[in-house]
């Protein structure tokens, strides 16, 4: 079945360091990638997403790739701020029919002044 | 905001008590989510509701009864608990549950924990 698998943490970085989230997936077909965020004490929100090979989802300085040739889809930003602090699912979505979100386990990011 | 809430956002329960989770969409969707997260585990969708129809249990004990009295609204009844149901339960809504570019907007969840 779909699986995706993205880096234990927590990943500690000093604000205006780079970030990068590792995320792989195992799935049949074509599925969308999506990245989510959870800020505490709040649900998840989209933060960006990816339909097909070799597209490039970005927004507030995010940004990750679909790359199929190495099931992957990594999470990159230039320069972390306190308020990135949060934690970061990816999360794919097969596209025949009913496809459930199936997540990874999430990592946490601690981004310190 | 993201045009889901859920209440309550905290609740404790005893292993015998039957309580409620409400969950209400403002988002004109179709279609309506339960999942439970866990620490250190991903996300598992427990129910999904389209059109109000339930189309998928994940096999989840019948302690978790869910009911959607229409697309807007979504509960989880609750009834003689375990400590390891103890998690938090998050409600999501898309506009249907077939497209895959479709995005789920969740609510805030409810943290639940059973004494």
């Known amino acids: 079945g779909n699986s995706v698998t993205q880096m234990e943490g927590p990943v500690t970085l000093s604000e205006e360091a780079f970030l990068t989230i590792n995320c792989t997936y195992t799935a049949t077909g074509y599925p969308s990638l999506f990245w989510y965020v959870q800020y505490p004490g709040e649900g998840l929100q989209l933060l960006l997403k990816a339909t097909k090979a070799d597209d490039k989802g970005s927004n507030k300085g995010f940004e990750a790739t679909y790359r199929k040739e190495t099931t992957s889809f990594h999470l990159e930003k230039g320069s972390v701020q306190v308020s990135d602090s949060a934690v970061y699912f990816c999360?794919?979505?097969?596209?025949?029919?009913?496809?459930?979100?199936?997540f990874g386990t999430g990592t946490r990011l601690l981004v310190s002044p | 905001e993201t045009g889901v809430t859920q209440t309550p956002r905290h609740l404790v329960m005893g292993m015998t008590n039957k309580k409620s989770l409400k969950c209400e969409q403002h988002?004109?969707?179709?279609?309506m989510y339960w999942y439970k997260q866990s620490a250190k585990k991903p996300l598992e969708l427990m129910f999904v509701y389209n059109f109000k129809e339930q189309t998928e249990n994940n096999s989840v004990p019948s302690r978790f009864s869910p009911e959607c009295p229409n697309s807007s609204h979504l509960f989880l009844h609750l009834h003689t608990l375990q400590p390891e149901d103890s998690a938090l339960y998050l409600c999501?809504?898309?506009?249907?549950?077939?497209?895959?570019?479709?995005?789920?907007?969740f609510g805030p969840g409810t943290r639940l924990t059973v004494l």
């Open positions: 999360a794919l979505k097969g596209n025949t029919g009913f496809q459930k979100l199936v």
């Open positions: 988002l004109g969707h179709n279609a």
């Open positions: 999501a809504s898309s506009h249907d549950r077939e497209s895959s570019y479709n995005e789920q907007f």
